[in-house]
């Protein structure tokens, strides 16, 4: 199971230590936090005590009107074997018994000085992309007009080459070779390059290439959300390729569906440019206009007309024949 470190969670978002460095490394392996208003009261029954617990200024000000007693019972039941850290906002300090039921259990207390809602969100927003499935794709990511394209296809297809004529035409490398995707939430998906190859791309016959170093830093992103599958094969004369496109095909990565489209490879097809215009007809799809729709509507239209056209002549022919009897 994916789990993040307390001390990670720490300095993502510069947090104060107020007690346990030493116990900086406990785990936080669900993105949800609780904030234990109900557990204040003395309900434990559905006690989340895996997760972060925030406690803002609603929480603080209700555990100072309890006694010294109370508050160290209900810090005790807290302060369980998997609680992971104690989160103050607002610079809140909390009171002696709170320190006195951590240390007891050896559970750190972290202070922030961010708002209650603020916080609670930077932490989920954390550790949601930390602990979301993941998985790794070979191929290559780039951002084309900020829409991030995933080039996939069997090794020599022309991948590398390809982003590697996108980034000259100004677009930007995400990760080439290998591609790291993790689930941001149920609609997206989130691709970045593994740690050892950020930056870089091989092109054969050159070998590894820093794009930050020869094009700038203009010409490389970090990470970029999923929008596009485009898949290089090799062009077969016997295949029946895609022709209108008006319903794109759609594969699941993650649990989420994406597009994606099949791009035949021969020598005079120039697949950067390809992929520039799918990335623009993307864009037109998303805003409601899609040629291939425009297209068939029109066929249909022009079937219709052809056909209503035969019918009146047949019915005008007809009508001349039964003149023409009488």
Do not use: C
Request: glycine content about 8%.
């Amino acid at each position: 199971m994916e789990a993040v470190t307390v001390k990670e969670l720490r300095d993502q978002l510069g947090l104060k230590v107020l007690q346990g460095e030493e116990y900086l490394d406990r785990l936080i392996q669900t993105s949800d936090i609780s904030r234990p208003g109900l557990e204040l009261s003395g309900y434990f029954n559905y006690y989340p005590s895996e997760r972060v617990q925030l406690f803002g200024r609603n929480e603080h000000s209700y555990l100072k009107k309890m006694t010294s007693d109370e508050r160290l019972l209900i810090m005790r039941r807290m302060s369980r074997e998997d609680t992971p850290v104690f989160i103050f906002s607002r610079d809140l300090m909390p009171e002696y018994e709170v320190f006195q039921a951590a240390e007891e259990n050896k559970i750190p207390i972290l202070q922030g000085s961010a708002v209650t809602t603020r916080l609670y969100s930077n932490i989920t927003t954390y550790l949601q992309e930390r602990l979301a499935p993941r998985v790794s794709k070979h191929g290559v990511f780039v951002d084309v007009y900020g829409l991030g394209i995933m080039i996939i296809g069997d090794s020599g297809i022309g991948k590398s080459e390809t982003a590697l004529e996108l980034i000259k035409n100004g677009h930007r490398l995400v990760a080439d070779d290998r591609v790291e995707l993790h689930k941001r939430d149920d609609y997206s998906i989130v691709g970045e390059a593994p740690a050892i190859l950020q930056n870089m791309i091989e092109i054969r016959g050159l070998g590894i290439i820093n794009v930050l170093t020869l094009f700038g830093a203009g010409a490389v992103k970090q990470a970029q959300q999923l929008h596009l599958i485009v898949r290089l094969v090799m062009w077969d004369d016997d295949e029946d390729y895609e022709r209108l496109g008006s319903e794109p095909e759609m594969v699941s990565l993650l649990g989420v569906d994406v597009p994606q489209i099949t791009v035949p490879v021969r020598t005079g097809r120039n697949s950067s440019n390809i992929v520039e215009v799918a990335a623009m007809n993307l864009r037109a799809n998303n805003m409601g206009y899609n040629a291939g729709k425009e297209f068939e509507e029109r066929l249909t239209h022009l079937i219709q007309a052809n056909q209503e056209a035969d019918a009146k002549t047949h019915a005008e022919k007809d009508q001349a024949e039964a003149g023409d009897e009488s």
